[in-house]
């Protein structure tokens, strides 16, 4: 799939807003009778927005049944699956809203966080609408905030995970790279899909070396997701998207063919 000319009628605060990974939003469960309880939290990659089939009593959280979390649970029949994850999410909207899903039954636990943070939505604005100067200025601040300010972030809510649920497995998932490189790519120059591959790089990194000092399990899905970048042809991320939120997150194949199978296999 080749990332589109991004359409001048929709404006830099639009694509912004739109592009957030998480907010804070109450539970949905479903009970079930086999595995442990399981409980997924995170931003709008362990959500689901882009994916479709959204669950409507998950408001602007847009939780997906075509989600990796709704996915596993279906597949798996925890004993409880309660699905917190919520479109825009920064590590304290998981601190504040998210938590209390947890407690020492929790079997299992699923997040991804850390990438709103770092200011995803404005980085890639400034990407898609700015020219490779101003694209790669925002990628370095990104960069020195993953860097410099994410670590102890991560760090609380990983903290704050092994305290209200002590015997949980918890599985860190981390994010895909955006682009194949070389070549002509519709959009983006090579020196911009370069550098934002370069700072997901960065920010998984951070992430899995966070997650291990935590003796949590991490999974990379770098290594499903290669070959269906944007730009590859066969994309399991959306380019620019209408919906607007749905821009540069996973579609259905990039959860059910990218990460649940890392999931299933770190679960």
């Given at each position: ?41 995170g931003d709008s990659y362990a959500s689901g927005v882009g ?114 649920a002590p015997a949980a497995r918890v599985v860190v998932l ?76 996973p579609n259905a194949a990039g959860h059910s063919r990218g ?9």
């Amino acid at each position: 799939m080749k990332l589109s000319r991004f359409a001048g009628s929709v404006s830099a605060l639009a694509l912004t807003v739109a592009l957030a990974f998480g907010g804070a939003g109450a539970a949905h469960a479903a009970e079930h009778a086999s595995t442990p309880a399981y409980v997924a939290l995170g931003d709008s990659y362990a959500s689901g927005v882009g994916a479709g089939n959204y669950d409507s009593a998950s408001g602007a959280c847009k939780r997906s049944t075509k989600a990796y979390p709704a996915l596993w649970a279906a597949a798996h029949a925890p004993s409880r699956f309660t699905f917190v994850a919520c479109s825009g999410a920064r590590t304290g909207d998981v601190l504040s809203g998210q938590l209390a899903s947890l407690n020492s039954s929790t079997g299992l636990v699923s997040i991804s966080v850390g990438g709103n943070d770092a200011g995803f939505a404005d980085t890639m604005s400034s990407c898609v609408l700015g020219t490779d100067s101003s694209c790669l200025d925002r990628i370095a601040r990104a960069r020195a905030f993953i860097q410099d300010e994410l670590p102890a972030k991560l760090d609380s809510v990983y903290t704050a995970i092994s305290s209200r649920a002590p015997a949980a497995r918890v599985v860190v998932l981390g994010y895909p790279r955006f682009y194949k490189t070389g070549g002509v790519c519709i959009g983006l120059s090579d020196t911009k899909r370069k550098a934002i591959n370069a700072a997901a790089d960065q920010i998984d990194t951070v992430i899995a070396k966070r997650a291990a000092d935590h003796g949590f399990a991490y999974g990379d899905v770098n290594s499903t997701f290669a070959g269906h970048e944007l730009c590859s042809g066969s994309a399991w991320l959306n380019s620019v998207a209408f919906p607007v939120d749905e821009s540069y997150h996973p579609n259905a194949a990039g959860h059910s063919r990218g990460y649940l199978p890392v999931f299933t296999s770190a679960a």
